[in-house]
């Protein structure tokens, strides 16, 4: 089935396939996100446009697999899932960090983070709530909050997806 709803350990998932283009519109992905805030939504699909893929990331889905996904990484998804983290498949990664290579090829400006946004985005990366990340760092939330928006700006980013895309890229985890 092209859409595929199921309860994994009390979350809700939405398993999204993207092989029927007439069904999966980036529309219909922002509108079931809105509408239903609490659901998980994993995109599957093969790995022939980063730009489709960078676009459900910034949708905010919760994870993006490939047809070929090991047992391994589709339990991996399911486990972060239910931590309420998200997911993303090795390859999906790596084209997506592939495409930002390219695209930071044609930038000259340097970014200078201070260690403790570097700290910070390592934490974001690996999947990690404000919360989560000032209780790791004995710090407020307020304060990793301020550190986040500070990070975000320096970045030019505007979501957690993203922070990540820049920390694998730049090798900081």
């Known amino acids: 089935p092209l859409l595929y709803c199921s309860t994994i350990q009390g979350t809700s998932v939405l398993f999204f396939d993207k092989s029927n283009t007439s069904i999966f519109t980036h529309a219909l992905l922002k509108e079931i996100r809105i509408k239903y805030g609490d659901l998980k939504i994993v995109v599957i699909s093969d790995l022939n446009a980063v730009t489709e893929i960078s676009e459900s990331i910034n949708i905010g889905i919760h994870a993006y697999l490939t047809y070929d996904c090991s047992q391994e990484e589709i339990?991996?998804?399911l486990a972060h899932l239910r931590k309420g983290e998200t997911f993303f498949c090795s390859k999906v990664l790596s084209k997506v960090l592939e495409f930002d290579a390219a695209e930071a090829n044609n930038s000259c400006a340097a970014i200078?983070?201070?260690?403790?946004?570097?700290?910070?985005?390592?934490?974001?990366?690996?999947g990690n709530t404000n919360k989560?990340?000032?209780?790791?760092?004995?710090?407020?939330?307020h304060t990793v909050h301020s550190h986040r928006k500070s990070l975000m700006k320096?970045?030019?980013?505007?979501?957690?997806?993203?922070v990540t895309r820049y920390v694998f890229k730049k090798g900081l985890i």
């Not at 200078?112 to 690996?126: G, S, W």
């Open 112 to 126: 200078q983070l201070t260690q403790r946004e570097v700290e910070i985005a390592n934490y974001i990366a690996e």
């Open 154 to 162: 320096k970045l030019g980013v505007s979501s957690a997806s993203d």
């Open 75 to 77: 339990e991996k998804a």
């Open 132 to 141: 989560q990340i000032a209780e790791i760092l004995c710090i407020s939330p």
